[in-house]
Structures are given as structure tokens and as C-alpha cells.
């Protein structure tokens, strides 16, 4: 009987340490699956925020894009109108040289070419040789070939050339024939006084200009500011511009303008506000 009861109590206590292990084991297992969910979670959860930051990312390229598209072309032309504005100021430099020169020649106005020189030379007090010749009406000027100065246009991206009847030999701008041109017997190329300007804010002054010093008709004038340039080459200027680009003008009264070669009606703008009779044949 005893030994019955022995067998008894160490079959339980196997049977005891078995279910013990059994449920150690069960419990080892739910811990660890508890882990490998907790796991999985976390990994879901960090890739989760990781696509999440791939999507914002993307979305504020394509707003930078979108902006970028819509504001490149607004600052193309913002910068465009600061160097036409810059070359107005240019311009009014020179008015305001021309205003000095007339002042110490008794109301002559300074011719676009005389015996005396060419007016840039004169408002300069430099000559085409990079020589100082006399003093400065306040206009910087360092001779052909040398890309620097008053007389450069913001807008023109062709420089100087050393080599006259080629390109642009002296500078970006020029004043009109009525001012006075050399040995040419017409009435518009005469010398004259400012009492010859009877309407100054319609007589035209200067302008932009692309291959020569002789401005005296709208083909010689370069419209580079705005629409899509002034591709022409020719030296002479007398191709139409192919362009809705605009010249900086300029007017006895100081006051400059951006026009259209197609806003310009006829040959008659270079007598517009000028007696032309009142004049005298340019030496």
C-alpha cells in the first residue's frame, strides 16, 4: 500500500513538472510572439512615417517646381525691364551732357559729327583712340573697342569691336542727323541751335542703335529690349527687325521712351518738333 502511494505521488510530481514545463514553455511562446507583434509594429509604424515623409518631400518638389515655372518667366522680364531702365538712365546721361555742351557753345547743339569729332568724343572728352581730347560733360568713354562706360547698353550683348565697319564700332547708342552731320547739303543734317527745337518732348534726341554712328533712319535704331531681341547683323541697318522688342528713345526734354519699330510711323519722326529750316550746313 505504501509503495502504491509512493508510485502515486511521483507520478504526479512528473506529471506536475511536466505541465509546469508545458506551461513555462506556452508562456515562453506567448512572450515571444507578443515581442515579434510588438516587433512588427514598430517596423510598420517607422516605415510607415518614413513613406509618409517620402510623400511630403515629393509634394513640396513638385510646389517648388509649379512656383519656379510660374515665377522664372516673371523674373526674366523683371530683370529685362531693370536693364532697360538702366539704359534709359544712360540716355539721360547723355541729355543732360548734351544740355552742359549747348551751355558753353552758345545754344549750339552738339553735332552727331562734325570737324570738331564725333558727339560722343565731344560729351566724353575722349576720342575714338582712347585720347583725351578736351574736358567731360559727365559721359565715360574709353575709346573703340572698349566695352565700358556710359555708352554701353545694359541689354546689347555684342561688345565694341576693334575694327571700324564691322559690328558695333563705338557705341550702343547715337544721336539723330538733325543734330548736325558733316558735309551732307540737306536742311535735316544742318547744325542748329536750341531755338531750332520748338517742340522739345517730340523732338527726338538719341536712341539705341546697333551698327553705326549715323542714325538717320528707324532700320538703324536696335530694338533689344523685351520681346525676343534684335538678331540683325548687318552694319549698315537697313533690314527690318524681326522682333516685338523695343528701342530706348530719347528726347530733347530729357524724357526717354521704349518704342516699337512698328510703333514709329515714318521718316517724318526725325523732323517731328524741329524746324529743320533753321539751321546751317554742317563743317
Not at 510530481?13 to 508545458?22: I, V
Not at 539723330?176 to 541751335?193: C, E, F, H, M, W
Not at 532700320?219 to 537697313?238: L, Q
Request: with cysteine; net charge positive; aromatic share 10%.
Amino acid at each position: 500500500m505504501a509503495g502504491t502511494n509512493l508510485l502515486g505521488l511521483i507520478v504526479n510530481a512528473s506529471y506536475n513538472q511536466h505541465m509546469d514545463g508545458e506551461t513555462e514553455r506556452r508562456n515562453h511562446e506567448e512572450r515571444h510572439m507578443r515581442l515579434r507583434l510588438t516587433e512588427s509594429r514598430r517596423v510598420r509604424k517607422a516605415l510607415s512615417r518614413v513613406l509618409f515623409t517620402l510623400l511630403e518631400l515629393l509634394i513640396v518638389i513638385a510646389i517648388i517646381a509649379m512656383l519656379c515655372s510660374l515665377l522664372l518667366p516673371a523674373l526674366g522680364k523683371a530683370r529685362d525691364t531693370a536693364k532697360q531702365i538702366a539704359c534709359a538712365n544712360n540716355l539721360k546721361q547723355v541729355y543732360h551732357a548734351q544740355m552742359m555742351y549747348q551751355l558753353d557753345y552758345g545754344e549750339w547743339i552738339v553735332a552727331l559729327r562734325s570737324s570738331s569729332g564725333w558727339w560722343f568724343e565731344l560729351l566724353s572728352g575722349t576720342n575714338h583712340k582712347g585720347e583725351s581730347i578736351g574736358m567731360s560733360y559727365g559721359i565715360s568713354y574709353y575709346g573703340i573697342g572698349v566695352t565700358k562706360g556710359t555708352l554701353v547698353c545694359p541689354s546689347e550683348e555684342e561688345k565694341f569691336t576693334s575694327v571700324w565697319g564691322s559690328g558695333i564700332s563705338f557705341t550702343h547708342y547715337s544721336l539723330t542727323v538733325a543734330t548736325g552731320y558733316s558735309g551732307i547739303n540737306d536742311p535735316l543734317y544742318y547744325r542748329r541751335k536750341m531755338m531750332a527745337i520748338t517742340q522739345p518732348s517730340e523732338a527726338f534726341l538719341g536712341s539705341d542703335i546697333r551698327s553705326s554712328a549715323n542714325l538717320d533712319c528707324l532700320t538703324r535704331m536696335v530694338y533689344r529690349h523685351g520681346g525676343r531681341g534684335d538678331s540683325r547683323t548687318s552694319f549698315s541697318g537697313t533690314s527690318i527687325p524681326a522682333t516685338e522688342g523695343q528701342a530706348n528713345m530719347l528726347y530733347f526734354d530729357g524724357h526717354t521712351i521704349g518704342m516699337r519699330y512698328w510703333d514709329i510711323t515714318s521718316y517724318l519722326f526725325f523732323k517731328a518738333g524741329i524746324n529743320v529750316n533753321a539751321g546751317v550746313y554742317c563743317e
